[in-house]
Nanobody
Framework: QLVESGGGSVQAGGSLRLSCTFS????????MGWFRQVPGKEREGLAT???????TYANSVKGRFTISQDIDKNIVYLHMESLNPEDTAMYYC?????????????????????WGQGTQVTVSS
């Protein structure tokens, strides 16, 4: 189960931090990702992080967004800075888990099996 929080309305230039709380159950490793979607457009992958803290970013957010995690608390964060109206979207957290000690696949190419309900981010000019 994934639960996002932290969305809201912000003015252009502002920042927000999204959180995704997850349950790891029996799994030892994972790949977590943040995505966003605007109605009528394709879902866009933003960032990924795995249990080894390996991270990837989409070019559209590189340098402005930072993905991080607190393994002890089972939370993944997306810190977003320098927001602009084009960042307005529903933001989703996604995950794939493994019983292996280390996540066995390239995280940014993972087929995510678990999704949160989304949290809305609205950036006004």
């Amino acid at each position: 189960q994934l639960v996002e929080s932290g969305g809201g309305s912000v003015q252009a230039g502002g920042s927000l931090r999204l959180s995704c709380t997850f349950s790891r159950s029996i799994f030892q490793s994972w790949c977590m990702g943040w995505f966003r979607q605007v109605p009528g457009k394709e879902r866009e992958g933003l960032a990924t992080i795995d249990t080894e803290y390996s991270k990837t970013y989409a070019n559209s957010v590189k340098g402005r967004f930072t993905i991080s995690q607190d393994i002890d608390k089972n939370i993944v964060y997306l810190h977003m800075e320098s927001l602009n109206p084009e960042d307005t979207a529903m933001y989703y957290c996604a995950a794939d888990f493994s019983t292996a000690e280390f996540y066995p696949y390239p995280c940014h190419q993972t087929d995510f099996h678990y999704w949160g309900q989304g949290t809305q981010v609205t950036v006004s000019s």
